[in-house]
């Protein structure tokens, strides 16, 4: 007897198949009928669940960034500081770079800032992050900018498949940064 699923579920498993879709194609370049198929779903279930492809990449993007928010806050735990940023540094590099679907995904949403609702979305997520990090390490504002700016050349880094010993250049950036990817 097959287990029947609430809607809240569902909604999940269509988020899981819609940072695939998103991550992979974008915002534009996404149909809700690749969504729906590979959430095992018809698309006006997709449309019931979500309402419009806006509001689902919508959804998708605020779960990114709490995804993120979550690993910073689990990393940072009982820390306090620079020790708060370097946990949280490790963790964002270990889990979030490794993942080439969030990574592109977190790229994606950034690139669909055109539109005002998504941006508004993804300037609340970012804006939840640095103000985590700010409460977190006590740090004065360009310690703080300085961690962002070395996660997002980090973040661009990784979607070009650049790790220790691919590119002089690159090395170089990521001996910069006191990191490996």
Partial sequence: MAIRMTAEDRREDVLDAALVAFAAAGYEG????DIARAAGISQPYLFRL????KELFKA???RCFRRTLDAF???AEGLRGEEALHAIGTRYREEMLADRTYLRAQM???AACDDPEICQVVRDGY???VAYVERVSGLPPEEVAGFFAKGMLLNVLAAMNLGAGEEPWAERLLEGCGKEL
């Fill in 30 to 33: 996404t149909s809700t009928e």
């Fill in 50 to 53: 979500f309402g419009t492809k």
């Fill in 60 to 62: 998708s993007v605020s």
């Fill in 73 to 75: 806050q689990d990393a």
């Fill in 108 to 110: 994606q949403s950034y």
């Fill in 127 to 129: 804006g939840d992050l």
